[in-house]
Antibody
Framework: EVQLVESGGGLVKPGGSLRLSCAAS????????MNWVRQAPGKGLEWVSS????????YYADSLKGRFTISRDNAKNSLYLYINTLRAEDTAIYYC???????????WGQGTMVTVSS | SSELTQDPAVSVAVGQTVRITCQGD??????ATWYQQKPGQAPVLVIY???SRPSGIPDRFSGSSSGNTTSLTITGAQAEDEADYYC???????????FGGGTKLTV
């Protein structure tokens, strides 16, 4: 089955860090650009970051640069997002998404919830 | 604030046609993509490119654009179409992907 499954979310104190994972299956992960998109409770979608198939090109939302690091391991069919110095406003569901063609996300995971609270 | 502007809410009667719009200067240059999101679920791709639909998306969903506005039209809306709809595209610099604020469709 073609799917993406995120994990690693949870309750974290402000200032803490977290690594989110996204396990891909059912398709050739190494050939796709991958993305992270987040959604704060009751709010809209916010693009976070993208990484090209071979990790040659990495981009971040301007407002998030510096605290977020995207990476991937094609041998493990996995995508990662490391977030440090977590803030309350980082509380959100974090989705990984496959980029079929430029900026078009045709496959999404079910998301993993990150809650930043003391 | 988003560089893509959507009406917060739109309503339509079952069987009628509804148009959901997305406005932004970058849409004069870049295509928009449309996603449907139902409560508690991940977004689903419904329209991309000039007016392409992924397999499995009913043909009552269509896309169009004119100037700085792109539209998602549902012809003959069904109860199951009730959802939030988001457009996405590049920002005017072309450097970043942005989403519209979303439109809550009530059927």
């Amino acid at each position: 089955e073609v799917q993406l499954v995120e994990s690693g979310g949870g309750l974290v104190k402000p200032g803490g860090s977290l690594r989110l994972s996204c396990a891909a299956s059912g398709f050739t992960f190494s050939t796709y650009t991958m993305n992270w998109v987040r959604q704060a409770p009751g709010k809209g979608l916010e693009w976070v970051s993208s990484i090209s198939s071979s990790s040659s090109y990495i981009y971040y939302a301007d407002s998030l640069k510096g605290r977020f690091t995207i990476s991937r391991d094609n041998a493990k069919n996995s995508l990662y997002l490391y977030i440090n110095t977590l803030r309350a406003e980082d509380t959100a569901i974090y989705y990984c998404a496959r980029e079929e063609v430029d900026d078009v996300f045709d496959l999404w995971g079910q998301g993993t919830m990150v809650t930043v609270s003391s | 604030s988003s560089e893509l502007t959507q009406d917060p809410a739109v309503s339509v009667a079952v069987g009628q046609t509804v148009r959901i719009t997305c406005q932004g200067d970058s849409l004069r240059i870049y295509y928009a993509t449309w996603y449907q999101q139902k409560p508690g679920q991940a977004p689903v791709l419904v329209i991309y490119g000039k007016r392409s639909r992924p397999s499995g998306i009913p043909d009552r969903f269509s896309g169009s654009s004119s100037g700085n506005t792109t539209s998602l039209t549902i012809t003959g809306a069904q109860a199951e179409d009730e959802a939030d709809y988001y457009c996405s595209s590049r920002d005017i610099s072309g450097n970043y992907l942005v989403f519209g604020g979303g439109t809550k469709l009530t059927v």
